[in-house]
């Protein structure tokens, strides 16, 4: 049987982890890719992978290169290559610079890779899966973004904490861009099936949603460069979700035309933003439409329009992305 192919184009630290997590989990064999400059990089991290192998007990092969021939019938393809935040940064400060990494990288990826499933992880998000898209001109279902997987595991985290529980047992939704308007649904979470509200007062929980919003932020103050363990185990989380195709409703930044009123009648003019997506071998496989209730439309419109000011700014600096 064929083993599935996964390829991480970025070998620093949000790559790297990725490549950790998805050979510790032996979901295929792993291409670790960076620019040749840091060719030396990716080889090291991947032969340091390898030699987990042996005492994790994983038979994943990791190759690391600057080859794109190397990415070749790959079935994911994740793009983590750009720069990180620093202190003081908001995503949306590194557009200019990551959409001109993510740009090359997603030209190379149609070329060598034009199968494959795209999972962007490089920041602003929002604006990379849009450029993503649009350079590679591969169908919508094949081309996502990993932000909710993520906001949730914070959010999830912070309950946990307040609630002295297993994460195992609290189920969660975010929605929206991911930055710090994504919207959080209380109302969609539970422990075990029991609403939050019967267990935490709203003034804890208006606080976990506070954190989760700010949660990359917090990181970047504390260690000085951007999250990597996290973000690359929610990116894990999705790519298995397709390699095993087994369906899994997980948020993530996907394309949306009529579905949560982004874009409504207009072919071809969607956005990606934050919703529950059907994950599987086809990729995204189907949006799933949440009732809202309240100011949650609101909050969602809010967040959605922040996504299409970022999209008008990469059309703005790149009119041949438009
Ligand atoms: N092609 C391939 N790799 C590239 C390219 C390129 N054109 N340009 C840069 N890279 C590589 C860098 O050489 C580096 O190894 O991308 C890697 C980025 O690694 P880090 O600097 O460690 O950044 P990281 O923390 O991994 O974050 C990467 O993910 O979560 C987001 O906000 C984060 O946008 C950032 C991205």
Same mark, same amino acid.
């Given at each position: 049987m064929r083993r599935a192919k996964i390829s991480v184009i970025g070998a620093g630290n949000v790559g790297a982890t990725c490549a950790h997590w998805a050979a510790a989990k032996e979901l295929g064999d792993i291409v670790l890719l960076d620019i040749p400059e840091r060719e030396g990089v990716a080889k090291g991290k991947a032969l340091d992978l390898m030699q987990c192998g042996p005492i994790e007990e994983f038979d994943s092969k990791v190759t690391g290169t600057s080859d794109y021939k190397d990415i070749a019938d790959s079935d994911v393809v994740v793009i983590t290559a750009g720069l990180p935040r620093k202190p003081g940064m908001s995503r949306d400060d590194l557009i200019t610079t990551n959409v001109k990494i993510v740009r090359s990288v997603s030209e190379n990826v149609a070329k060598y890779a034009p199968g494959a499933v795209v999972i962007v992880v =490089?920041? *602003?998000?929002?604006?990379?899966?849009?450029?993503?898209?649009?350079?590679?001109?591969? *169908?919508? =279902? #094949?081309?996502?973004?990993?932000?909710?997987?993520?906001d949730v595991a914070r959010f999830r985290t912070f309950l946990a904490m307040e609630?002295?529980?297993?994460?195992?047992?609290?189920?969660?939704?975010?929605?929206?861009?991911?930055?710090?308007?994504?919207? *959080?649904? *209380? #109302?969609?979470?539970?422990?075990?099936?029991?609403?939050?509200?019967?267990?935490?007062?709203?003034?804890?929980?208006? #606080?976990?949603?506070? #954190?989760a919003k700010v949660g990359g932020g917090e990181i970047v103050q504390l260690m000085g460069t951007s999250a990597y363990y996290a973000p690359a185990s929610g990116t894990i989380q999705m790519v298995e979700a397709i390699v095993k195709d087994k369906k899994r409703i997980l948020p993530c930044a996907a394309y949306c035309e009529n579905e949560y009123g982004v874009a409504p009648g207009q072919k071809g003019q969607g956005y990606f933003v934050g919703v529950p997506c059907v994950l599987g071998s086809a990729g995204m496989e189907k949006v799933v439409q949440v009732q809202f209730e309240g100011d949650e439309k609101k909050l969602m419109d809010e967040s959605i329009s922040h996504v299409k000011d970022l999209v008008g700014t990469v059309r703005k600096i790149f009119p041949d992305l438009a």
């Open positions: =490089s920041n *602003p998000l929002d604006a990379m899966v849009y450029t993503a898209w649009k350079v590679t001109g591969f *169908p919508t =279902s #094949r081309i996502l973004g990993q932000a909710g997987a993520l609630l002295g529980c297993s994460v195992e047992d609290i189920q969660a939704l975010l929605l929206g861009g991911h930055g710090d308007d994504m919207v *959080p649904l *209380p #109302r969609f979470t539970s422990v075990h099936g029991i609403p939050i509200n019967q267990l935490l007062s709203k003034e804890v929980i208006d #606080r976990c949603v506070q #954190r």
